[in-house]
């Protein structure tokens, strides 16, 4: 009996759907995208911070002494075509902080003024080395061209640049580690006093720098293990205050975030800034003088420029002398407390609630005492 082929292609066809319904059963295959455990590396210290050595001596602190007695033995008046004389704030002579310089460099501009109106800044950076000073001489260089013609002055020692222009004359000169800059603002003379200033300058500067250098060695005289208290100050200052605000450190405010008040005799001061969001301020700054006596003469001398002073000693806790106060312009904590000056000075308080600068107060006493380590 011959095979039926419809019969066969049925059979064929039923086969085929079979396997494509088997087919269609599996599962499909994926792509196994577990990760792999990532093997957890063996934990590494931290290393800590090497501690200076014992004999340590801050090249900042050094140079700030020499800036101080460099600062001290200026000619007041200078003479050279007019009588140039130092310009003072409050009865102190003004020094200004040179911005934009990094530690351990220091500088300062120093103004002078005429009585018939001239104007001029003395300028002087100290940096650790040469090159460091060569790099300053070059970059000042490149500015004042732009403003002036300069060129060198066979007259003086090198490297000089000395030009006059529009917007003022300049003499730059860089002596070792030293960066040293006369800039003439305004002269109302017929003649440039620029040449005999910078001589007077220079002059100045190499008859007396054994002088002011030897700060450098009466620095490193002090005991190595000694605490810098204003260093220390600096390292306990919070980033954050809390009262009836939230306050937090006004870097924007000064060069670094600190400034060196210029109206400090027989001594040094720093200063900083906080504000809060709402565009209230103040400022706490700390002075350490070479005397009780001295530090006691400062807090009398702002006492006096301060407005709205109000009786001395009025709380119980606080250190004596002490005085709070609210004028025009603020309100003011101050105290003179052994060889240091505290104030905290509140420009802006906030109007919503009590005035906080009792609190600010006792925060920044703490401050002094723990970087005195008491």
Same mark, same amino acid.
């Given at each position: 009996?011959?095979?039926?082929?419809?019969?066969?292609?049925?059979?064929?066809?039923?086969?085929?759907?079979?396997?494509?319904?088997?087919?269609?059963?599996?599962?499909?295959?994926?792509?196994?995208?577990?990760?792999?455990?990532?093997?957890?590396?063996?934990?590494?210290?931290?290393?800590?911070?090497?501690?200076?050595?014992?004999?340590?001596?801050?090249?900042?602190?050094?140079?700030?002494?020499?800036?101080?007695? %460099?600062?001290?033995?200026?000619?007041?008046?200078?003479?050279?075509?007019?009588?140039?004389?130092?310009?003072?704030?409050?009865?102190?002579?003004?020094?200004?902080?040179?911005?934009?310089?990094?530690?351990?460099?220091?500088?300062?501009?120093?103004?002078?003024?005429?009585?018939?109106?001239?104007?001029?800044?003395?300028?002087?950076?100290?940096?650790?080395?040469?090159?460091?000073?060569?790099?300053?001489?070059?970059?000042?260089?490149? %500015?004042?061209?732009?403003?002036?013609?300069?060129?060198?002055?066979?007259?003086?020692?090198?490297?000089?640049?000395?030009?006059?222009? %529009?917007?003022?004359?300049?003499?730059?000169?860089?002596?070792?580690?030293?960066?040293?800059?006369?800039?003439?603002?305004?002269?109302?003379?017929?003649?440039?006093?620029?040449?005999?200033?910078?001589?007077?300058?220079?002059?100045?500067?190499?008859r007396n720098r054994s002088s002011f250098e030897a700060a450098a060695d009466d620095n490193a005289s002090l005991d190595a293990g000694s605490v810098d208290v204003l260093e220390a100050v600096l390292d306990n200052m919070p980033n954050e205050i809390i009262t009836t605000t939230q306050w937090k450190r006004d870097y924007?405010?000064?060069?670094?975030?600190?400034?060196?008040?210029?109206?400090?005799?027989?001594?040094?001061?720093?200063?900083?800034?906080?504000?809060?969001?709402?565009?209230?301020?103040?400022?706490?700054?700390?002075?350490?003088?070479?005397?009780?006596?001295?530090?006691?003469?400062?807090?009398?001398?702002?006492?006096?420029?301060?407005?709205?002073?109000?009786?001395?000693?009025?709380?119980?806790?606080?250190?004596?002398?002490?005085?709070?106060?609210?004028?025009?312009?603020?309100?003011?904590?101050?105290?003179?407390?052994?060889?240091?000056?505290?104030?905290?000075?509140?420009?802006?308080?906030?109007?919503?609630?009590?005035?906080?600068?009792?609190?600010?107060?006792?925060?920044?006493?703490?401050?002094?005492?723990?970087?005195?380590?008491?």
């Amino acid at each position: 009996m011959r095979p039926n082929p419809h019969h066969q292609f049925r059979l064929l066809a039923l086969a085929l759907i079979a396997l494509l319904a088997v087919a269609a059963c599996r599962p499909v295959d994926t792509l196994d995208i577990t990760p792999s455990p990532t093997p957890t590396p063996e934990p590494t210290a931290t290393p800590s911070p090497t501690p200076p050595p014992a004999d340590f001596i801050d090249p900042y602190e050094v140079n700030s002494s020499i800036m101080e007695r %460099l600062i001290t033995l200026l000619p007041d008046p200078l003479p050279a075509v007019e009588e140039w004389k130092r310009v003072t704030d409050s009865g102190t002579a003004e020094v200004r902080n040179i911005r934009g310089i990094r530690r351990p460099a220091i500088g300062r501009a120093i103004p002078y003024t005429t009585q018939q109106g001239s104007s001029m800044l003395l300028n002087f950076i100290i940096f650790a080395d040469e090159a460091a000073a060569a790099a300053e001489f070059e970059r000042k260089r490149g %500015l004042r061209s732009a403003d002036v013609d300069l060129e060198e002055d066979a007259a003086f020692r090198t490297p000089n640049a000395f030009g006059s222009g %529009l917007y003022g004359s300049f003499a730059l000169f860089k002596i070792d580690n030293y960066f040293v800059e006369v800039y003439v603002e305004i002269f109302t003379t017929s003649v440039s006093p620029l040449e005999l200033l910078a001589s007077e300058t220079i002059k100045f500067f190499e008859r007396n720098r054994s002088s002011f250098e030897a700060a450098a060695d009466d620095n490193a005289s002090l005991d190595a293990g000694s605490v810098d208290v204003l260093e220390a100050v600096l390292d306990n200052m919070p980033n954050e205050i809390i009262t009836t605000t939230q306050w937090k450190r006004d870097y924007s405010r000064f060069d670094e975030g600190v400034d060196t008040p210029r109206n400090i005799q027989n001594g040094r001061a720093i200063r900083v800034a906080y504000v809060d969001q709402m565009a209230n301020n103040f400022q706490m700054t700390f002075g350490q003088f070479d005397s009780a006596d001295d530090a006691m003469a400062h807090y009398e001398k702002i006492k006096g420029i301060r407005e709205g002073i109000e009786e001395e000693n009025s709380i119980e806790d606080f250190p004596k002398p002490h005085v709070l106060g609210r004028g025009l312009y603020g309100s003011v904590a101050l105290f003179a407390i052994d060889e240091f000056f505290l104030e905290v000075l509140m420009e802006r308080a906030p109007g919503t609630s009590a005035n906080p600068t009792e609190a600010i107060a006792r925060k920044a006493l703490a401050i002094l005492e723990a970087a005195r380590g008491r």
